[in-house]
């Protein structure tokens, strides 16, 4: 079992390290034989080049972002003018996420389900708290996204639990099955899936598959998915990689799970081994999720039927999933707080989960916890929750014990020093990795999704996440979040090695964060 496990993570890790190298090193000798050109024209292209580079810079401060990611471009530009901007061009600016957001707002009016009105619902969080509901106002203007009416809201601390209630959910299906993640792979869990929904596509059920190009390198080829529409089950990959675009960038990570406008599921896990347990490459896998009922699906569907509207010519329609087929439930006996579904999305202008971070920590008044299996921070966020932890707020971060990627874990450890000395706690998470990504503040408001405290996740990745407020699915969050700190172990400052060798390191891998 042991030598399969490594066998497993070697070939997914090589199969990526493959799949994405040949258009790294033909971009790159592109850009060589730009320069070679030029060559020649050496003395008029410096002068040029000179001028070109005063005007990117005066560009990039003038533009609005975030300060740490225009540095790194800033500090590439210096090293290397050319290069620096031929790369920016493709992966540093908005160009791809803008024309990804084109195409997602141009099958807007082919989209079947309409969203809810937020206005009554958004009338009554303000009878109750003024504050906390300019908070749901923010996220729902900045998404277009609405505060809701929460029916029931189920919590999973661990994938395999998560994956159990949407198995049985998938066996339920009637009408349609709607299936989106960052990570597909052959294994028992999506082995398990496809044969539930071969089943079910010969009893009549519309199954559609989304996944994500870039994630799903290595783990899911053309054979997999000429396999699954052999089968009837309709399947289409996101933001293809493409020769010479920024496709690496503005990947879809959300996980989206919708059967017959009934019942959705979200949160941390792929489809992938790891995610339940039946592989352990790092330790005990700490994933989480949720299983939602009410007008919640109406939201996920939407999500789902923008996406895929825009990925592939067979457009859901109302004929499948119209008004008729979203089921709304919430009554009054079943009310149990609030909740906001929404996605990020990098083409917009504002980082909706960043801001929205830093609205809680500065709001939270006892204390606010997070789940993170990276801590890559921007300076707005950094500045928060050392903010928070100086006067007073209970600031805790859950990280891994065991890290799935050595580099990027020894740059979320740089961040550690400055947080600790503010009065945050850190905690590792003992019996392996933890992939969740969740926070909670004061017992009142929290969110679960697929939202990373890093530069991807806050800034180039198309993301989902639950805003949820008053609700009882926060009580099992909270009890989940103290079973991992007691079964982690607490950093400390004098864990943290110091002297001036250390704090430059530790500047350098900060600076280079926003690139991983």
């Known amino acids: 079992m042991h030598k399969k496990k490594k066998t497993s993570v070697r070939r997914i890790v090589t199969g990526r390290i493959v799949s994405a190298l040949p258009v790294v090193v033909l971009q790159g000798l592109i850009i060589y034989g730009i320069a070679e050109w030029l060559a020649p024209f050496a003395t008029l292209f410096y002068s040029v080049l000179s001028v070109l580079s005063a005007l990117f810079v005066l560009f990039l401060i003038s533009k609005r972002g975030e300060g740490a990611y225009k540095m790194l471009w800033l500090l590439v530009m210096f090293v290397a003018p050319l290069p620096g901007a031929v790369m920016y061009l493709f992966y ?68 395999e639990l998560l994956f159990e209630q949407m198995l049985s959910a998938l066996k339920e299906a009637k009408r349609y099955v709607f299936i989106e993640y960052f990570i597909v792979q052959e294994g028992v869990m999506w082995e398990a899936m496809v044969d539930v929904m071969e089943q079910k596509v010969q009893e009549g059920v519309d199954i559609r598959v989304l996944y994500d190009d870039i994630g799903s390198i290595g783990t899911f080829s053309h054979r997999n998915r000429a396999s699954l529409l052999k089968k009837g089950i309709k399947c289409e990959k996101f933001n293809p990689l493409i020769v010479l675009s920024g496709a690496l960038n503005n990947r879809d990570h959300r996980k989206i799970m919708v059967v017959d406008g009934i019942v959705a599921f979200s949160g941390g896990i792929n489809l992938a081994d790891e995610y339940i347990n039946e592989e352990h490459p790092f330790g005990h896998w700490k994933d989480i999720g949720f299983r939602i009922t009410g007008d919640a699906i109406r939201s996920y569907a939407y999500m789902f039927a923008e996406f895929w509207n825009a ?94 990627k050595k580099v990027v874990y020894r740059m979320s450890r740089s961040y550690y020093r400055e947080l600790l000395e503010a009065g945050v706690k850190i905690y590792e998470y003992s019996p392996g990795f933890v992939h969740a990504k969740a926070c909670l503040a004061d017992d009142r408001v929290g969110s679960i999704g697929t939202v990373n405290l890093d530069y991807r996740s806050l800034y180039l990745h198309y993301e989902c996440n639950a805003l949820f407020y008053n609700a009882s699915i926060l009580d099992d969050l909270k009890k989940d979040f103290e079973d991992s700190m007691a079964a982690g172990r607490e950093r400390t400052l004098q864990d943290e090695r110091s002297g001036l060798l250390f704090r430059i390191i530790n500047d350098i891998l900060r600076i280079f964060a926003p690139l991983v």
């Open 92 to 159: 540093g600016n908005r160009r791809t996420a803008k024309t990804l957001g084109q195409r997602l707002n141009a099958v807007h009016d082919s989209i079947p389900v309409t969203l809810n009105d937020a206005a009554p619902v958004q009338e009554q969080l303000e009878s109750e708290d003024k504050r906390i509901a300019q908070t749901f106002a923010y996220v729902s203007k900045i998404t277009g996204f609405p505060v809701l009416r929460n029916d029931t809201a189920q919590y999973y601390p661990v994938g």
């Open 311 to 404: 990925s592939s010519l067979d457009k859901i329609t109302g004929k499948l999933v119209g008004d008729d087929y979203v089921e709304t439930r919430v009554t009054g006996d079943t009310f149990d707080g609030y909740v906001l579904p929404y996605y990020d999305s990098p083409a917009r202008a504002e980082a909706a989960s960043n801001n929205l971070f830093i609205d809680l920590l500065g709001q939270a008044r006892d204390y606010m916890w997070f789940y993170t299996p990276y801590l890559l921070l921007g300076d707005g966020l950094r500045d928060a929750f050392v903010r928070a932890a100086q006067r007073g707020v209970d600031v805790r971060i859950v990280m891994p014990g065991i890290p799935d």
